[in-house]
């Protein structure tokens, strides 16, 4: 049976793994590949690691770290961050990278996703969405979070599934950083409404949040990076706990 | 040991590369037909689109090189359907090593395609799984499938049952991607290098 995946995400800022709150206030966790590593050895499904900065600065110094990641692990890893057209994707393909997550650039240009989609299969594209709830609605921001669009949560999902995103990373931003549980009433909703995988990201805090998100959320892969990265919750501990929950987890 | 990794632009191969050298071997990316020839194993490899993969091999004559191969191949995801007769994708013609179709997942019960992640395998043959144990878990990437037939080396249950693994003669393909499987995978390979 297809297992519930577990993600650490790496926010990653001039070659360091940094993780803010709400986007903000960035703090040290160490070096990416050795962080990668160690996730692998401990059991991690999957990496993500997201290039923060690279909307906004320069960003070849990814292509060294995507192949460093290629070279030290054997599990499948995300890249993301700054990624503006087909070319990027195919320089991080090269360079080693599993998939691509696009979120401001899809935004920007949605046939992007369509044409990385042709290009290198649906499943090297995952689309990154960031949200939060404003009057009631979830509204799409780009650029880290900084910009509010014009585009709704749900219709946005949608026509990136129907232009060939093989996932959707939706960031709750009313929940990360909070620790407090992760958006399962929108994730249900995404999940169901969806007939590619959803990756629930934000809101990460005790072990009962990754049940919740599977079992509420029907998210089908959970990815959190605080907790992971300060050592709060444990991956062995979290997978044991998942299956005494009767979650389907690898071990 | 050498082997070729067959370069047709098609996917990830660094990290088949990587995987290969931490297992010692003299692993090298190659569309050469006379390097390719002489290698002791081939690895054919891919991820993406299989129309336009058949278009890159078709454009080196790759397409015809590999189905005459006589050491160890072992074919990865895509590397696996294209040795297939023919895939739903695109409606394209294989290499027709094995008689099979490649088809499209059709959800039953609200199921994701694509199929992504690590799902456990099964009714292991061929020494390829000597020492991987029934139902260990390997990580899966893909939206079209083999059906179980004559020459499965292993299955995988989603929706139904279909083939993760194919082998015949000296011709291997995985459906799942044994250099993103962790210890298993690398055990897999181990025991392709040793066929």
Excluded at chain 1, 76 to 104: M, Q, R, W, Y
Excluded at chain 2, 103 to 109: A, D, I, R
């Amino acid at each position: 049976m297809l297992a519930k995946r577990i993600i650490a995400c790496l926010d990653v800022k001039d070659g360091q793994t940094v993780k803010g709150v709400s986007f903000e206030n960035l703090r040290y966790a160490g070096d990416p590949v050795e962080l990668g590593k160690a996730y692998s050895e401990q059991g991690v499904d999957e990496l993500v690691y997201l290039d923060i900065t690279a909307t906004n600065e320069g960003r070849k110094q990814i292509y060294s770290l995507v192949e460093k990641v290629a070279q030290n692990l054997s599990i499948p890893f995300t890249i993301g961050g700054g990624i503006s057209g087909v070319e990027d994707a195919e320089n991080l393909l090269i360079h080693g990278a599993d998939k691509i997550s696009v979120n401001s650039a899809a935004v920007r240009n949605p046939q992007l996703v369509s044409d990385l989609a042709l290009k290198f299969g649906k499943q090297f594209v995952v689309v990154a969405i960031d949200a939060k709830t404003i009057e009631n609605q979830w509204i799409v921001h780009t650029h880290g979070g900084k910009r509010p669009t014009e585009k709704e949560l749900f219709s946005w999902a949608k026509e990136m599934e129907d232009r060939g995103a093989g996932e959707i990373l939706f960031t709750s931003m009313n929940h990360d950083g909070h620790q407090t549980g992760f958006a399962n009433e929108a994730l249900c909703k995404l999940s169901e409404m969806l007939s590619i995988p959803v990756i629930a990201s934000g809101g990460a805090g005790k072990m009962s949040h990754f049940k919740d998100v599977f079992q509420k959320g029907k998210a089908d892969a959970a990815l959190a990076a605080s907790i992971f990265h300060f050592g709060k919750i444990a991956i062995p501990d979290l997978k044991q706990y998942l299956i005494k929950e009767g979650i389907n987890v690898r071990i | 040991m050498n082997i070729a990794i067959i370069d047709y632009k098609a996917g990830n191969v660094k990290s088949v590369e990587a995987a290969l050298q931490r297992l010692n071997c003299q692993a090298y990316l190659t569309k050469d037909h006379e390097k390719i020839l002489s290698a002791d194993k081939v690895v054919f490899p891919g991820v993406g689109n299989a129309g336009t993969a058949m278009q890159a091999l078709k454009k080196e004559g790759l397409d015809i090189l590999i189905p005459k191969l006589k050491q160890p191949v072992l074919g990865i995801c895509l590397g696996m359907q294209l040795m297939c007769r023919h895939s739903e994708e695109e409606d394209t013609p294989g290499l027709n090593i094995f008689d099979a179709e490649v088809k499209k997942f059709v959800p039953e019960n609200g199921e994701k395609i694509p199929h992504m992640g690590w799902n456990n395998i099964f009714n292991l043959k061929t020494p390829l799984y000597q020492g991987v144990k029934e139902d260990s878990f390997v990580y899966f990437v893909h939206s079209y499938m083999v059906p179980v037939f004559e020459y499965t080396a292993a299955e995988c249950c989603y929706v139904k049952n279909f083939s993760a693994s194919i082998a015949k003669n000296n011709f291997y393909g995985t459906q799942f991607h044994p250099e993103k499987s962790g210890s298993i995978g690398f055990k897999i390979l181990e025991n392709f290098i040793k066929l």
